[in-house]
Nanobody, 120 residues
């Protein structure tokens, strides 16, 4: 019932920009922390950044600070990842994640992933 559907991936040149979007359904969206992860072949999935259920400035890993911005629209149930000054090492499959932690349980959902390629 819960679905996270990503879009916006593609090919971009080094130094370029790209915006990824994730549309959620089947959950109380504002209750979930939304995060973006990325994974390259042969490596573990790594956190890019996240944003709380009530929005805010977001939190980012050091290697994307100043270049990537996460935002959410609780009315539309979407979260986006604005990427700028892209580097070849940013190329990866990017995943949308929804996570809700309660005293009793943790609820964790993932999107299908969208490919970002950074190449000349």
């Amino acid at each position: 019932q819960v679905q996270l559907v990503e879009s916006g991936g593609g090919l971009v040149q080094p130094g370029g920009s790209l915006r990824l979007s994730c549309a959620a359904s089947g959950l109380i969206f504002s209750s979930y922390r939304m995060s973006w992860y990325r994974q390259v072949p042969g490596q573990e999935r790594e956190l890019v950044g996240g944003i709380s259920g009530i929005s805010g400035p977001g939190n980012y890993e050091d290697y994307v600070k100043g270049r990537f911005i996460i935002s959410r629209d609780n009315g539309k149930k979407t979260v986006s990842l604005q990427m700028a000054s892209l580097k070849p090492e940013d190329a990866a499959v990017y995943y949308c994640n929804a996570r809700l932690k309660t005293i009793q349980n943790e609820y964790d959902y993932w999107g299908q992933g969208t490919q970002v390629t950074v190449s000349s």
